[in-house]
């Protein structure tokens, strides 16, 4: 019989405080986790028409959501107007417009 064999192989007890033990969690199969979502967010869809996105907002929030969409949708207007030529000529007169602030001081390494 070896010297190990009386020893005891629990984990240390205290006395007067509580043996808090952390049981593992059980891995989830997220195939499953996949399907369940597809399958709430399907249902989702079709019991109401709206989107999922505006589904628990506020007037406000909708509100600002749309004027948001709105102001998306000019500024994309408003640059889809301009061809190249046009785009590199405002920008070349706006660069002209500015100050010499603005301009990289040379530096020389000789002087």
Do not use: C
Not at 9 to 22: Q, R
Not at 26 to 53: I, L
Not at 77 to 85: E, L, V, W
């Amino acid at each position: 019989m070896s010297e190990y064999a009386v020893v005891s192989k629990s984990t240390l007890k205290l006395k007067g405080v509580d043996p808090t033990i952390k049981k593992k969690k059980k891995k989830k199969d997220k195939e499953r986790e996949r399907e369940e979502a597809a399958k709430a967010y399907v249902e989702a869809e079709g019991t109401s028409g709206e989107q999922p996105q505006y589904r628990m907002k506020t007037k406000a929030e909708l509100a600002f959501l749309a004027k948001k969409e709105e102001r998306d949708r000019e500024r994309i207007k408003k640059r889809a107007n301009f061809n190249h030529k046009e785009k590199v000529e405002k920008f070349n007169s706006y660069l002209n417009s500015l100050s010499e602030h603005y301009d990289i001081p040379k530096v020389s390494w000789t002087k």
